[in-house]
């Protein structure tokens, strides 16, 4: 009696440690992972700019969570995060655009369910962020 009680309760703990797994791999993934979807670099080659999906987009049709990262060679200059609404899409590269200027990179990404938003990332660190209306983006283009 004690031997099938034994293999009972150890086959209950390893149904219970194989879903425990399994349900730690999909938070991770959906919450947590960071994907890379594009880069940019500026024209000299002195900076990149790396746009990374943070998890997956909420289901169904819920916000995708992102990052710019800025680099100068392999050290990282600064980090924004920001949210995409667009429909439960993904974080992918038709999403932005990457301007190069003198001191900065300005970033421009649009949603199928927001106005766009524009992200400046300065050379020595610092950041601005702004919504662009429908009213800015016609004078912008």
């Avoid at 797994?21 to 700019?49: H, M, Q, R």
């Avoid at 662009?132 to 016609?138: A, P, Q, S």
Wanted: proline share 1%.
């Amino acid at each position: 009696m004690k031997i099938i009680m034994k293999f009972v309760l150890g086959f209950v703990a390893a149904i219970f440690i194989i879903i425990a797994v399994c349900w730690g791999s999909f938070v991770y993934v959906s919450n947590y992972k960071i994907t890379k979807a594009d880069t940019s670099v500026s024209p000299d080659g002195t900076y990149e700019l790396v746009l990374q999906a943070v998890g997956e987009a909420d289901f169904p049709f819920g916000s995708a969570s992102g990052r710019l990262v800025l680099y100068e060679g392999k050290s990282r200059i600064s980090q924004a995060d920001f949210e995409l609404f667009d429909d439960g899409r993904s974080i992918r590269s038709s999403i932005w655009e990457a301007t190069w200027h003198e001191d900065s990179v300005e970033v421009i990404w649009s949603g199928d369910e927001q106005f766009d938003e524009q992200m400046i990332l300065y050379f020595d660190g610092k950041k601005e962020r702004k919504q662009l209306t429908d009213e800015k983006m016609l004078s912008f283009q």
